[in-house]
């Protein structure tokens, strides 16, 4: 099945600081999905986005699908940032199917 | 309004029971998952149902069966609980499903499972 892995899986940041979440997988995709688990565990949808670039609020997205990877950008940290960021992608061969991969753990200090 | 729910949030219990975990979306969507999310975050696809029909068993023990009464409702039902059932469950809807997984997918609060 596909493999997805995800760097760094753990990031300590200032509030105010940037930051980029990288997502690599290892075949084609149809489906590619950031989730945000907060700390109270609630998985939170930022982006659907098998392809090109999307932003929302503080937060934007860039897929580049032949070459198998995802960023995910946040900028201006705050501490409600914290959390677990997941990336998921589906493959073109199984309908519905998300792989997840294990996760960025990110920690933002005052 | 609460979009996928889940009950109940907490469940305890001891090993060899049968519980019940339930879902329902209020989205309209046509397909419904469940998920699980053991104790080091690792989260994995469980069964996939399309219009109260199945689509995917990930290799997830027959002690475990999801039932769909109507497309806003995919329940879960766990027999003879082991320890190793421990973990978070989390239920999903899309809209479509079978066109190669081309949809959102929104999740429910979660069910944390604790087998004593």
């Known amino acids: 099945g596909i493999q997805v892995e995800q760097s760094p899986p753990d990031l300590i940041l200032q509030e105010g600081a940037n930051s980029t979440l990288r997502c690599n997988f290892s075949d084609s995709v149809n489906n590619l999905q950031w989730f945000h688990q907060n700390p109270w565990g609630q998985l939170i949808n930022l982006f659907y986005?098998?392809?090109g670039t999307k932003q929302n609020g503080r937060l934007s997205a860039t897929t580049v699908a032949t070459e198998r990877y995802s960023l995910l950008y946040i900028s201006s940290s705050q501490t409600t940032d914290s959390g677990v960021y997941f990336c998921?992608?589906?493959?073109?061969?199984?309908?519905?199917?998300?792989?997840f991969g294990t996760g960025t753990r990110l920690q933002v200090t005052l | 309004d609460t979009a996928v729910s889940q009950t109940p949030k907490y469940l305890v219990t001891q090993m060899g029971n049968d519980k019940s975990i339930k879902c329902e979306q209020n989205?309209?969507?046509?397909?419904m998952y469940w998920y699980k999310q053991d104790s080091k975050k690792f989260l994995k696809i469980m069964f996939s149902y399309n219009n109260k029909e199945f689509i995917i068993n990930e290799t997830v023990p027959n002690r475990f069966s999801p039932k769909s009464p109507d497309k806003a409702h995919l329940n879960l039902h766990i027999n003879s609980l082991e320890l190793g059932d421990s973990a978070v469950y989390f239920c999903?809807?899309?809209?479509?499903?079978?066109?190669?997984?081309?949809?959102?997918?929104?999740f429910g609060p979660g069910t944390r499972l604790l087998v004593l």
């Open positions: 986005i098998p392809s």
């Open positions: 998921a992608v589906g493959d073109t061969g199984t309908a519905s199917k998300l792989t």
């Open positions: 989205l309209g969507h046509d397909t």
């Open positions: 999903a809807s899309s809209q479509g499903g079978l066109a190669g997984g081309q949809e959102t997918q929104y």
